[in-house]
T-cell receptor, first 113, second 115 residues
């Protein structure tokens, strides 16, 4: 049973527009959420995170929104750039188990010219 | 370059072979991890080591045997694997595995094919 779900396997966005990647979770014990980005032939790299005490965290072009009641988070990239083309993984961590990240299956983002 | 180096990048092995995956981190971290990523599946945590001690074994079959001789090195010894073990094996490190809100730094992975 997947506790972290990324229901869109792929997304295509034009350069300069907004990219919105979505993630849903089922475990109400999750209290810390992360987004990782992965290029081909490389390992995932940390992008941005959010604690459950917040509903928004912003870092440059990247903003993560958390809706606890809906158990939903989203990553917004504005403006999207061709270098953002990668696979994006959502991950979540339950309270009290700092080492146990649960990942989603990833969304492949393609930013077109 | 994330500071976590994995070798080899690619490995093909038969079911009767014994091989080892190696991971080295140059970040001064104290926690190291093995993850498995199968096609179209999420990353799955396999093992966690904190200060060289194994703190997590996520019900991994005994044909996978981890070894952590020091905080900078992590090995995954493989023997009598099955074709369904073919996957990308990722090593990661973090400052300390028991700290809340920590970020993992991943290596590039070893793409393993079991024939």
């Amino acid at each position: 049973d997947q506790q972290v779900k990324q229901n869109s396997p792929s997304l295509s966005v034009q350069e300069g527009r907004i990219s919105i990647l979505n993630c849903d979770y089922t475990n109400s014990m999750f209290d810390y959420f992360l987004w990782y980005k992965k290029y081909p032939a490389e390992g995932p790299t940390f992008l941005i995170s959010i604690s459950s005490i917040k509903d928004k965290n912003e870092d440059g072009r990247f903003t993560v929104f958390l809706n606890k009641s809906a158990k939903h988070l989203s990553l917004h990239i504005v403006p999207s750039q061709p270098g953002d083309s990668a696979v994006y993984f959502c991950a979540a961590r339950p309270t009290g188990t700092a080492s146990k990240l649960t990942f989603g299956t990833g969304t492949r983002l393609q930013v077109t010219l | 370059e994330t500071g976590v180096t994995q070798t080899p990048r690619h490995l093909v092995m038969g079911m009767t072979n014994k091989k080892s995956l190696k991971c080295e981190q140059h970040l001064g971290h104290n926690a190291m991890y093995w993850y498995k990523q199968s096609a179209k599946k999420p990353l799955e945590l396999m093992f966690v080591y904190n200060f060289k001690e194994q703190t997590e074994n996520n019900s991994v079959p005994s044909r996978f045997s981890p070894e952590c001789p020091n905080s900078s090195h992590l090995f995954l010894h493989l023997h009598t694997l099955q074709p369904e073990d073919s996957a990308l094996y990722l090593c990661a490190s973090s400052q300390e595995g028991g700290v809340r809100n920590e970020k993992l730094f991943f290596g590039s992975g070893t793409q393993l094919s079991v024939l």
